[in-house]
Every structure is written in structure tokens, then in C-alpha cells.
């Protein structure tokens, strides 16, 4: 990471002296400036928001500190163990929450749930759904109990491992089926992984690559009629999308699509059965991305 | 006898304006929300997704007919800022269309917060020393567990 300008630090410092204890997570002081109001704007005390500063300048995270993070309409509680929501899963569960059918009852089964941020927003918005949630994390488990509890949005929260225990998981087959799945390969994983995420937030969230794609394919698409997937590069879309299309079966039976996000990057890879499901995905998802299969 | 004259100026002014009989807030016409583009704005390129965690909540909103580009990262939430962009947008219409003055609920509630803060300022402070203490407590007890975590993760 390249190093803050001596000249920068020490404009920061006239303006508030606090600024200068934001500026390594924040690289510019419009930006430090910004996060200081958000920090003032929730922390009452002095004191208090100079030890704020104080921990951003370790790269502690700032959703810890404040104990939140926004998702769509909802505030989600954030605790030290369980990964932070990032605005690229609220930004396709906003677009995917908007696509579905309000007034259908339906299943959603979200795996890897961390705070439960995806299935609380689905089932915010499609009340009449019945919305799964699995981690195998006990910290995960206990803060997405939590956050169902406080935002007052039911979900059925399973704390097992999806890889090694889905038979044991009920229910047995879903309509949709959403995963934001650890997906950051050990190879770049100290190279491209920033200090605040790499100090702080648990291993067992981010560490993966093939393996939850390949746990789609081989245990989760006979049990479901769709399903949302986030990755982390092209690779994971193109390893999905190949084990379907090299399949007979599955290539007749499922159609495949890539989704990006607002700054362009590779975000999802999305499928659906083509027919002979409860939901006509097809039309749900017409807008969702580009259909590849 | 200040603080009688204080009082007495408030109540009287008080009775000019009130804030539920303020002429309405403009608001963006369905026809309009058509005629906008959306961006979500974020700094630069490199990794995304779990690799990074930054607060990208900005939004910027751009009136296709008039050309009227508004932003807005007022809050950490990507939803309110972009309920907030569409209140300042519809302000910013509004004052287009009427020739650029200020438009009549602005008038009125710049009078109406004159008015208020003398007696606001004063509400606010009792009920913040009551509140402090309490706050102030329970901040520092989470202060002390997050720099215990540290420590421990630091070493
Ligand atoms: C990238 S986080 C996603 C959290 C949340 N869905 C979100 O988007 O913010 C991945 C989650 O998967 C969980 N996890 C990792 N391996 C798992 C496994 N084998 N079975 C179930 N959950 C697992 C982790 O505990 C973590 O909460």
C-alpha cells in the first residue's frame, strides 16, 4: 500500500486533528472527513470518538466500532467473528428482493449466512416466504438469532456444515437458493486481501475457492429450482457455468446467467431450471444479468 | 429576568410559524423518477467483494431534461442517501422551474428554524446531561473489551 504524503497528513492534522488517525483506511481526508461526521454522528462522546480514531488508525473496522452496518432499509448488527456485510452483496440482494413476487409463499435457503443480512432483507420484503438460514460458525449463528430477533424478521437459522453435513439439513428442496460463499483463494489471499479484513475479520468467512461452487453442483441444484451465487472472480462463474454445460443432464435441464456489479467486477453466478418449477424464474430474472447458457 | 425575556420572545415567535403548516416538501413526480439516471459512486479500481471493506454508500442522481446533478454520502446507508438524493433533487427541480429563486417551504422554514433553535438548544442540552452518563458507561465498558481484543490480537 503506497504511503500517505507527509504533506497530506499534515494538512489533515489543520483541519482536525483526528483526521490524521483516519487517513490510513481512508486514503483521502474528503473521505476521512466523511467517516469522522459518521462517527460523531453516532458516538456522543468525545472521548470516545477520538478512541474510535484511535482503533481505525489500527485498521480495526469501522462497522465493529459502531456496532452496524446498513443493508437496504435495514441495520444490521456487526460483531467481532462474523464477516461484515459489503455493499456488493446488499447491492444484488436489494436488485434479486425487488425482482421477486411479493405475494407468493415460497422457500429461500440461504447458505454461509454470517449475520443473516441476505435472508433478512428477502424475507423484509417477502413476508409470506418461509426463509432458511445455515452457518456452521457459532458466532454467525448466535448474531443472526440475534438480528432476527431485533429487526423482528423471522428466519429458521440451522447451524451446520453446508459442505460436509447437507444431507442432514432440512428442508430438503427450496425455490431459490442464495450463497455468499468464502471465496478468496489462499494464493492471493496476503496479496490482495486489505489490512482491516485480513487483521479482523474471521478466516473461516473468506478463505475458499472451488470447493462451495463445487457443493452447489454436486448437493445443492437437484435441491432447488435456482439459485444466487457471489464470487469473487470470473474463474468461479466459469467453473459453475462448465460443470453445468458439460453435463447432459444438467446442461438440458438449467439455464445459466453472470451478474456484475456497479463497478464492473464479476459478481454472481445465477441459474435456474428452465422448466417444471413452482416460480417461472426465467421471467423473475429476466433483468437480473446476461444468460450465458 | 434574561432568561424571562428569552422565554417570553420564544413563545410569542413561536405562534408565527408552524412546522406541520409549512408549505410541502417538493417530491419528485412518477414521471420524473423516470427521467433520472442513478450511480453509485465508489473510489477507483483494484479488489472488491470480501477482500475489502469499504463504506461505499454514495449516490449520485442526474434530472436527464434540466441536466441537474445532485450527490449525496450524508449517511452510511446506501437506501438513505438515496431517499435523501431524491429530496434534494426535487428541491433543486423545483427551483428550475420557478426561475431559480427559493421556493416558498424554504422561506418559511428558514423563519421556522430561527425561531426554534434558541428554544431547541436549550431542550436538548438537559436531556443530553441526563442521557450522558449512561451513554458514557456503557461506551467505555465496550471500549475496554474492544482493546482487550486487540491486545490479544495484536500479540
Ligand atoms: C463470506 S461470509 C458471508 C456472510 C454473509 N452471507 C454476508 O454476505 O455478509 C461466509 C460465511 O460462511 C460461513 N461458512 C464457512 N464455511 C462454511 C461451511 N462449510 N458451512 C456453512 N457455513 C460456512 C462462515 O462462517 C461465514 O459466516
Same mark, same amino acid.
Given at each position: 500500500m503506497v504511503r500517505i504524503k507527509p504533506?497530506?497528513? *499534515? *494538512?489533515?492534522?489543520? $483541519?482536525?486533528?483526528?483526521? @490524521?488517525? &483516519? &487517513?490510513?483506511? #481512508? +486514503?483521502? $481526508?474528503?473521505?476521512? %472527513? %466523511?467517516?469522522? !461526521?459518521?462517527?460523531?454522528?453516532?458516538?456522543?462522546? *468525545? *472521548? !470516545?470518538?477520538? %478512541? #474510535?480514531?484511535?482503533?481505525?488508525? +489500527?485498521? /480495526? @473496522?469501522?462497522? /465493529?466500532?459502531?456496532?452496524? %452496518?446498513?443493508f437496504g432499509p435495514l441495520d444490521v448488527t456487526c460483531q467481532p467473528g462474523v464477516l461484515i456485510p459489503r455493499w456488493e452483496t446488499e447491492e444484488w440482494t436489494v436488485s434479486l428482493a425487488e425482482k421477486l413476487p411479493r405475494d407468493m409463499a415460497f422457500d429461500i435457503m440461504d447458505l454461509c449466512t454470517g449475520t443473516g443480512c441476505i435472508p433478512l432483507l428477502l424475507k423484509q420484503m417477502c413476508p409470506k416466504c418461509s426463509v432458511f438460514a445455515v452457518d456452521r460458525s457459532p458466532l454467525a449463528y448466535k448474531l443472526a438469532t440475534r438480528n432476527s430477533n431485533t429487526l423482528q424478521v423471522p428466519l429458521k437459522i440451522i447451524k451446520k456444515d453446508i459442505l460436509e453435513r447437507s444431507s442432514e439439513i432440512v428442508p430438503r428442496t427450496v425455490d431459490l437458493i442464495t450463497c455468499n460463499p468464502?471465496? $478468496?483463494?489462499?494464493?492471493?489471499?496476503?496479496?490482495?486481501?486489505?489490512?482491516s479484513v485480513k487483521l479482523f475479520e474471521p478466516k473461516l468467512a473468506l478463505l475458499g475457492n472451488k470447493e462451495f461452487y463445487a457443493n452447489l453442483v454436486d448437493c445443492w441444484m437437484s435441491r432447488t429450482d435456482a439459485f444466487v451465487y457471489e464470487v469473487g472472480d470470473l474463474s468461479q462463474c466459469y467453473y459453475v457455468l462448465n460443470r453445468v454445460t458439460g453435463d447432459v443432464d444438467l446442461s438440458r435441464k438449467w439455464r445459466i446467467g453472470f451478474r456484475h456489479d456497479s463497478c464492473g467486477r464479476p459478481r454472481i453466478v445465477y441459474g435456474f431450471r428452465a422448466s417444471g418449477s413452482r416460480l417461472n424464474w426465467a421471467s423473475i430474472l429476466v433483468k437480473f444479468g446476461d444468460m450465458k447458457h | 429576568m434574561k432568561a424571562l425575556l428569552r422565554c417570553g420572545f420564544h413563545t410569542i415567535a413561536a405562534r408565527s410559524i408552524k412546522k406541520n403548516k409549512l408549505p410541502p416538501r417538493p417530491k419528485l413526480s412518477t414521471q420524473m423518477e423516470t427521467e433520472l439516471e442513478e450511480k453509485f459512486l465508489h473510489g477507483g479500481r483494484g479488489p472488491g467483494g470480501q477482500k475489502i471493506n469499504k463504506c461505499n454508500s454514495k449516490v449520485q442522481l442526474k434530472h436527464l431534461p434540466s441536466g441537474i446533478v445532485v450527490e449525496c454520502q450524508e449517511t452510511r446507508s446506501r437506501d438513505q442517501n438515496r431517499k435523501l438524493a431524491r429530496e434534494k433533487l426535487a428541491l433543486r427541480i423545483a427551483q428550475w422551474q420557478g426561475g431559480g429563486g427559493p421556493v416558498a417551504r424554504e422561506v418559511a422554514l428558514h423563519e421556522w428554524e430561527r425561531q426554534g433553535k434558541r428554544s431547541k438548544e436549550r431542550k436538548s442540552k438537559d436531556k443530553h446531561v441526563k442521557h450522558q452518563e449512561v451513554r458514557r458507561s456503557a461506551e467505555m465498558q465496550k471500549l475496554q473489551e474492544e482493546e482487550d481484543l486487540l491486545r490479544s490480537l495484536l500479540t
Open positions: 504533506s497530506v497528513l *499534515k *494538512k489533515a492534522c489543520q $483541519i482536525n486533528p483526528l483526521l @490524521p488517525l &483516519l &487517513l490510513p483506511e #481512508c +486514503r483521502t $481526508i474528503e473521505a476521512a %472527513q %466523511q467517516e469522522l !461526521r459518521w462517527i460523531q454522528n453516532e458516538v456522543s462522546d *468525545k *472521548k !470516545r470518538v477520538r %478512541q #474510535c480514531c484511535m482503533l481505525r488508525a +489500527r485498521h /480495526y @473496522p469501522l462497522q /465493529y466500532l459502531l456496532g452496524s %452496518q446498513p468464502p471465496y $478468496i483463494p489462499r494464493t492471493t489471499f496476503a496479496r490482495e486481501t486489505a489490512r | -
